[in-house]
């Protein structure tokens, strides 16, 4: 089950948010940004249902005040305008944990 199914839609985003700030400075960078874009159009082909048609589209969607960083209300408050971007995350956070966690299950029985 993915951890964002659960809890009010702030902790859920914030949890988002966090995974993919992967220096801790509060912000997320144009890399971090890429990422996180990246990961989600992997995942996801319905955005462009929802009026996101490229990562940087996504992008220019969440900056809201143009200045080339994302912060944690931007991200919030982009995620709530759109709850495609929300499903999208929560999909391309599923997927990476699953990854982790086949390679994780497959290094152990490899140990072992």
């Known amino acids: 089950m993915s951890?964002?199914?659960q809890g009010p839609i702030e902790e859920k985003l914030g949890l988002a948010f966090k995974l993919y700030d992967?220096?801790?400075n509060g912000i997320l960078d144009?890399?971090?940004?890429?990422r996180l874009v990246r990961g989600i159009f992997k995942v996801s082909t319905n955005l462009a249902q929802h009026g996101v048609s490229s990562p940087q589209e996504m992008f220019e969607q969440m900056?809201?005040?143009g200045d080339g960083e994302i912060t944690?209300?931007?991200f919030i408050e982009a995620c709530k305008?759109?709850?495609a971007i929300v499903n999208a995350i929560d999909s391309a956070l599923l997927s990476a944990i699953e990854s982790t966690y086949f390679v994780l299950k497959t290094k152990i029985r490899d140990f072992v």
């Open 72 to 74: 944690l209300p931007e």
């Open 22 to 24: 992967t220096d801790g």
């Open 30 to 34: 144009p890399n971090e940004i890429d």
């Open 3 to 5: 951890m964002i199914n």
């Open 63 to 65: 900056d809201q005040n």
């Open 81 to 83: 305008e759109n709850p």
